[in-house]
């Protein structure tokens, strides 16, 4: 979403997304816990994100729409009721494969919750909420759970 802005050489766009979402959700209670709602952060962010640009020192020709990052997306979508769900989502999946893991005495568990926290970490710098296989990975029984249940010679 940074093109035309100057920032492709660096993270700043990412981390001033950040604080954008932050200050559209503090601008209101009901949004700060609800948030506005899915996919609405293309639109309801961009005055924020030119604000935060503009005290950054960075000029920018964003008029229409943006497509922050997954963090982003979530925090002004949902609020922080529903970035609480998301990380307990994490936090249950990792659990779970910790516990089956040690329960059943299989090996591979390391690379498992690897690719849990790969998952995680791709929120901050990508644009994945709209991706199935984002969801895939941290459902109850999903995929990673799923693979932590079976061991194999490749682990």
């Not at 816990?33 to 604000?51: A, D, M, N, S």
Request: glycine share 10%; charged share 15%.
């Amino acid at each position: 979403f940074t093109a035309g802005t100057g920032l492709q050489a660096s993270d700043i766009g990412r981390k001033l997304e950040i604080f954008a979402s932050f200050r559209l959700i503090t601008d209101d209670i009901k949004t700060l816990f609800w948030g506005t709602g899915f996919y609405t952060e293309r639109y309801r962010l961009v005055p924020y994100f030119i604000e935060v640009l503009s005290q950054h020192g960075v000029t920018t020709n964003i008029t229409g729409i943006i497509r922050p990052a997954t963090f982003s997306s979530f925090v002004v979508g949902t609020g922080l009721i529903g970035i609480f769900l998301l990380f307990l989502c994490f936090f249950l999946t990792a659990h779970e494969i910790v516990v089956y893991t040690k329960g059943h005495g299989i090996k591979g568990r390391k690379i498992v919750l690897f690719s849990l926290a790969a998952v995680f970490l791709s929120m901050f710098i990508s644009i994945n909420f709209d991706l199935v296989l984002f969801y895939l990975c941290i459902m109850p029984s999903g995929l990673l759970i799923q693979m932590s249940k079976y061991e194999t010679s490749i682990v």
